[in-house]
């Protein structure tokens, strides 16, 4: 049996908010405080993490599912240590998995299971199925939002699905691009303040990463701005909300292990495409 493993989906809802750049930075520097860290990209149709980083997947997760190649095979190796799982921008619906893709899946993950603490996953914008299947299977759901009342609307609708159609209660919240930590807080509470009180949830502040301007430089650049600019503004953010996640406890349940996560998402794509198909 593998050790437990930390599975956080950074989400946010809308496009735009900054959700890859907190993905690959609160990663590297989650590997700084030296854990083994696996980023998965999981936008299966527009693969984010290879264009910030600059680097090619000559493989993907469809080559694993094919039994071409083992989940190892595909793992590139990131800026600071991180290892990243290129997007499967060729299977379009983890839902339309047959049974022996499935036990692939789990297989792959189980394998991979010892090697690694923490698995991020950048989930895709807006709240598709796989999207909302990605998120269900994680232990930790990190809302990144900014100052923009469509960031804080497409973020309230994402939760309340989440909350209403699948019992999810917990979410932490990053506020992404603000003037200074007040402003900050302010969004925060304008988004805890209308999901407490329209649903039953729990939101749980983790901090705020400021506008600056080194994240757009290291973007044109094709490298982390934690590694590209370590000193400035946003690098130190992200460093303080990884000894923030560094401190979330991890539970020591069969809940814990990856082969649980695994199993969670597909059993929530198969019930994401039933849900749909039900509507029809």
């Known amino acids: 049996m593998s050790h437990p493993v930390q599975v956080i989906a950074v989400t946010g809802g809308k496009g735009g908010v900054g ?3 907190v993905s690959v930075n609160l990663s590297l520097a989650l590997a700084a405080l030296n854990r083994r860290v696996v980023l ?22 469809a080559d694993v599912l094919s039994g071409e190649c083992d989940l190892r095979d595909i793992l590139i190796r990131g800026p600071g240590g991180i290892r990243i799982v290129p997007a499967a921008s060729g299977v379009q619906h983890m839902a339309s998995l047959n049974a022996q893709q499935h036990g692939a899946m789990i297989q792959a993950f189980s394998d991979l299971g010892n090697q690694l603490d923490v698995l991020v996953i950048d989930t895709a914008a807006g709240i598709s199925d796989t999207v909302v299947s990605f998120v269900r299977a994680a232990q930790e759901v990190l809302v990144v939002v900014c100052d923009e009342p469509s960031s804080i609307t497409d973020a309230y609708a994402l939760i309340k699905l989440l909350n209403k159609e699948y019992g999810l209660v917990r979410f932490r919240v990053v506020a992404n691009m603000v003037g200074n930590p007040k402003e900050g807080h302010h969004l925060f509470l304008k988004l805890s303040g209308v999901c407490e009180r329209f649903l039953d949830v729990t939101m749980q502040y983790v901090g705020a990463v400021p506008f600056d301007e080194n994240v757009r430089k290291a973007v044109q650049k094709q490298k982390p701005v934690i590694e590209m600019f370590p ?9 303080q909300l990884a000894n923030k996640v560094n401190d979330w406890p991890v539970s020591s349940s069969p809940r814990g292990h990856l082969e649980f996560f695994v199993e969670n998402l597909l059993a929530s794509s198969m019930a994401s495409q039933a849900n749909a198909t039900s509507h029809l």
């Open 19 to 21: 959700k890859s750049n």
């Open 40 to 61: 998965m990209d999981a936008d299966l149709g527009l693969a984010n993490i290879d264009i910030l980083l600059g680097i090619r997947a000559d493989k993907t997760i």
């Open 231 to 239: 000193q400035t503004k946003a690098s130190q953010a992200y460093r």
